[in-house]
């Protein structure tokens, strides 16, 4: 059995593109920068800190419809889709990791204050690390992969276009919407969404016996998840 198999794939393809652009949106009402960020998640919590999980979490569920997607590429074309899923994969790692500075800089709205928060953020803003050298990741694995796509056979011509459109995404900590944030994810939503939708559809349907393992396993998985928030 191959893993993501087509139920974790598909729901995937779905899923992750969705919870992308839902975030990109939620965002949208507040500038770009880092200091209107601030400002933003200090006058409307709840709906900034909405938007970035939602985004944070669309970006953890695409490992999946990545892998899935590399999978039908590597048929025809295994060369390209190995660097195609190593560098989306890779980008997908270090967008995670902004989401922990933005986490970070929300809590010092908490404690410091708007304008502390903002020049502690500003005073790093600059600082190397691992992710600094491979920023280039981000929006060139898209695209690489969107050609990986075409020449495997696995997208058309249309959503190949739209799945290069998600290059076009800001990066970095701190970065709210903007006009390239909407077509970028809403690319990535045409160019993977009817694929996730075919490949469930394409499924076969559970048996009884696997529902009635998946609703305890999904009862201690939900327990863990309430114990981990207590450590």
């Not at 601030?38 to 709906?47: C, D, G, K």
């Not at 892998?67 to 039908?72: E, G, I, K, T």
């Not at 410091?112 to 600094?132: D, I, K, P």
């Amino acid at each position: 059995m191959r893993f993501p198999n087509g139920w974790v794939g598909g729901s995937a393809l779905v899923a992750g593109p969705v919870l992308v652009l839902v975030g990109t949106l939620l965002r949208s009402p507040f500038h770009f920068f880092f200091p209107d960020q601030l400002r933003a998640v200090a006058e409307h919590p709840a709906l900034v800190r909405a938007a970035y999980t939602a985004f944070l979490a669309g970006n953890v569920v695409l490992w999946a419809a990545v892998a899935y997607l590399v999978q039908r590429i590597g048929v025809r074309r295994p060369g390209w889709a190995t660097w195609a899923g190593v560098l989306v994969t890779v980008g997908l790692f270090e967008r995670t990791f902004h989401a922990g500075a933005d986490q970070a800089a929300f809590t010092a709205v908490e404690h410091l204050g708007v304008e502390g928060a903002t020049e502690l953020v500003a005073s790093g803003y600059g600082e190397l690390h691992l992710f600094s050298f491979l920023s280039f990741t981000i929006p060139f694995g898209w695209f690489v992969l969107a050609v990986a796509s075409h020449l495997g056979g696995v997208l058309g011509k249309v959503r190949v276009v739209a799945l290069a459109t998600t290059g076009l995404l800001p990066l970095g900590v701190l970065k709210g919407t903007e006009v390239l944030s909407v077509v970028g994810t809403a690319g990535l939503c045409v160019a993977l969404v009817p694929l996730g939708v075919r490949v469930i559809g394409q499924q076969r349907k559970p048996t009884r016996r696997t529902v009635l393992t998946a609703v305890p396993v999904a009862l201690g998985l939900g327990a863990l998840a309430v114990l981990s928030t207590l450590g």
